[in-house]
């Protein structure tokens, strides 16, 4: 995974006063995920094909730097990043996985917009991960996760 074209890392040291030795954490945020199942209701498919279709195109202007916020921004964005929300989601989970991080920090907006599919789609993958994590919504969800 950690050669994987889709990734891009920042590492970043933070140095905290009273906390002894080195931690690992990892840090998601903005996943905006757009989830389906067998339980979609065709009202809920279609938000969701709208929705991920929105990100997509919001993901591609931010990285290019076509946002007033995003200019000065070197996000990569080519194919390997041009993948769904849960395809995304997916690629990051695994990686927490192998990187085994103390603690795994999901933050805000992991779901594009609140629905039944998305919050089982989160709760399914959270239960599923081996390790300890927070999660803490964002605008786009109620407290799900």
Not at 33 to 58: G, N, R, Y
Not at 84 to 109: H, N, R
Request: net charge negative.
């Amino acid at each position: 995974m950690m050669n994987d074209p889709f990734f891009w890392f920042k590492r970043n040291t933070l140095c905290i006063p009273g906390v002894k030795g080195q931690h690992l954490l990892m840090h998601i945020s903005d996943t905006h995920i757009s989830a389906i199942d067998e339980e979609s209701t065709p009202e809920e498919k279609a938000e969701c094909d709208k929705q991920e279709a929105l990100w997509a195109d919001f993901k591609e202007k931010f990285a290019r730097g076509k946002l007033p916020f995003s200019q000065g921004n070197d996000e990569p964005y080519g194919e390997p990043q041009q993948i769904s929300t849960v395809e995304a989601f997916e690629k990051q989970m695994a990686l927490a996985e192998e990187l085994k991080p103390e603690v795994l920090l999901l933050s805000g907006d992991n779901l594009d917009h609140m629905h039944p599919t998305g919050a089982r789609y989160l709760r399914k993958k959270l239960a599923q991960y081996s390790g300890k994590y927070l999660c803490v919504p964002g605008n786009h969800e109620e407290a799900s996760c």
